[in-house]
C-alpha cells in the first residue's frame, strides 16, 4: 500500500441497501476526510476525523457516518442508500490539522444508487 | 455564506499561458490551495498561498491578494497534460477547506 487506498473503486447499490466504502492509508497522518464530488459543485465535506478516535460532521453529513477506531482506516458507512448519494467519494489524509496541511487523495469510489 | 468563484471552462492553445482567476468570501482566511485534477482522477496539490504576493513553482506561478479576495493561478509554456481541471480552496477562520466547483482547462494543439 502506498498513500491512501479506497475500496471499492466503483459500486452499482439498490435504493435502501446498507453500503461501506474503505480508506486506509500508510502515511502515518493523524487528519482524515470524506468529500463527495458532484458535477458542477466543489468538494463536499462529509465527516472528518482529526485524530483516532474522535470524528466530527462536514458540510453534508446527512445519511452518512465514519468511524476512527485507529491511524489508519476511516470508513465511510452508508446505512440506507438513496439515489441523492451517487456521487464519486474521495477519501484524503493530511499531516496536520489547523494548519497548512496539503491533503493527500485516494483514487475515489464511483457509487450509483439506483 | 462562504463562497469561492472560478470560471467554469478555459480554452488555451499549447505554448501558451493562461491564467485562472478565483475569488472568495470567507469567515476568516487562513490560506489558498490549487489543486490540479485530471479526469476520472484524484485531486493533486500544486500550490499553497497566505501571504500576498506570486509564488512561482517552474511553470506554475500562484498570487495573492488578501485585501481582493482573489488568487489566480499562472500556467506557462502550456503542455497537452495540462489539461485538467483546476480547483481553488480556501481555509477558513476554523482550518476547515471551501472549495470552488473547479475551472475545467481545455488545451488545443
Known amino acids: 500500500i502506498a498513500g491512501i487506498t479506497q475500496a471499492p473503486t466503483s459500486q452499482i447499490l439498490a435504493a435502501g441497501r446498507r453500503m461501506t466504502l474503505r480508506c486506509t492509508q500508510d502515511m502515518r497522518h493523524n487528519a482524515m476526510y470524506w468529500y463527495r464530488q458532484d458535477l458542477g459543485l466543489g468538494l463536499r465535506l462529509i465527516h472528518y476525523s482529526n485524530t483516532a478516535g474522535t470524528t466530527g460532521k462536514g458540510e453534508v453529513p446527512d445519511g452518512y457516518s465514519v468511524s476512527r477506531a485507529n491511524t489508519d482506516d476511516f470508513p465511510l458507512t452508508l446505512a440506507s442508500a438513496v439515489p441523492s448519494q451517487t456521487s464519486v467519494y474521495f477519501c484524503a489524509s493530511s499531516d496536520s490539522t489547523g494548519s497548512t496541511g496539503e491533503l493527500f487523495f485516494g483514487e475515489g469510489s464511483r457509487l450509483t444508487v439506483l | 455564506g462562504q463562497n469561492i468563484d472560478q470560471p467554469t471552462e478555459m480554452t488555451a492553445t499549447e505554448g501558451a499561458i493562461v491564467q485562472i482567476n478565483c475569488t472568495y468570501q470567507t469567515s476568516g482566511f487562513n490560506g489558498l490551495f490549487w489543486y490540479q485534477q485530471h479526469a476520472g482522477e484524484a485531486p493533486t496539490f500544486l500550490s499553497y498561498?497566505?501571504l500576498d504576493g506570486l509564488e512561482e513553482k517552474g511553470r506554475f506561478s500562484s498570487f495573492l491578494s488578501r485585501s481582493k479576495g482573489y488568487s489566480y493561478l499562472l500556467l506557462k509554456e502550456l503542455q497537452m497534460k495540462d489539461s485538467a481541471s483546476y480547483l481553488c480552496a480556501v481555509q477558513d477562520s476554523n482550518y476547515q477547506l471551501i472549495w470552488g466547483a473547479g475551472t475545467k482547462l481545455i488545451i488545443k494543439p
Open positions: 498561498n497566505v
